[in-house]
């Protein structure tokens, strides 16, 4: 999602993004003595450094790759707990440890792939406190972190592609639980 900002000054100099270095030209129009500069405005990433389990099976290996790239590109840190081999494995034996670092507060968040995404999920919300949330589209895991507080991104690798998974993740990261009447809801889900 990206937010216009409008700056405007009668001097085209003046109209800088600095010091907001994830803002991006837009488009400038002259009207008379003003300047009118939009600027589209990234969402801010959380800038405090966090902590990444990630878990995958066989259909998962490129993507997990991409992922590793993509939050040690943002200055995380990543715990892999997935295969790097294109063999076929079963999914749980890499998902459990994923489960494990979340539950036991290791880690700030998982992420977790297969190939539908629902074994993954599944096995991870065998452990309690894990909050698994299989997502195909950025406007699900938005929903999945603002109203169920996921701590997990379960992923379907034969049916996103990586620029989306990372699209995904970006919001993930990027997207705070909203509390409120949520939280209530949550509090409920437990099994003693």
Same mark, same amino acid.
């Given at each position: ?10 001097? *085209?100099?003046? +109209? ?6 994830? &803002? &991006?030209? $837009?488009?400038? =129009? ?13 969402? &801010? ?8 389990? =990630?878990?995958?099976?066989?259909? !998962? ?10 939050? %040690? ?8 707990? !997935? ?10 034996? $890499? ?27 599944? /096995? ?14 950025? %406007?699900?895991?938005? &929903?999945?972190? %603002? ?6 991104? *379960?992923?379907?690798?034969?049916? =996103?592609?990586?620029?989306?998974? +990372? ?5 993930? =990261? *990027? /997207?705070?639980?909203?509390? !409120?009447?949520?939280? !209530? ?8």
């Amino acid at each position: 999602m990206f937010y216009p900002v409008i700056f405007t000054s009668k001097n *085209s100099d003046q +109209l800088s993004p600095q010091p907001y270095e994830n &803002l &991006l030209t $837009f488009s400038s =129009i002259h009207l008379g003595t003003y300047s009118h500069t939009y600027w589209q405005c990234l969402p &801010l990433l959380k800038t405090q450094q966090m902590t990444f389990s =990630i878990g995958n099976d066989h259909a !998962g290996v490129d993507y997990k790759n991409a992922i590793i790239d993509f939050l %040690e590109s943002k200055g995380h840190n990543v715990l892999n707990h !997935g295969t790097d081999a294109p063999d076929s494995v079963d999914y749980p034996d $890499f998902i459990h440890p994923v489960a494990e670092d979340v539950s036991e507060q290791k880690v700030d968040l998982g992420i977790i792939i297969c190939g539908s995404g629902n074994g993954a999920a599944m /096995t991870a919300n065998k452990h309690q406190k894990v909050r698994a949330a299989l997502c195909w589209t950025k %406007e699900i895991v938005a &929903l999945a972190r %603002e109203h169920n507080n996921a701590n997990i991104l *379960s992923l379907p690798a034969r049916f =996103i592609s990586i620029p989306q998974a +990372l699209a995904m993740v970006e919001t993930y =990261i *990027s /997207t705070d639980f909203e509390g !409120g009447r949520h939280q !209530g809801r949550i509090d409920k889900m437990l099994c003693s």
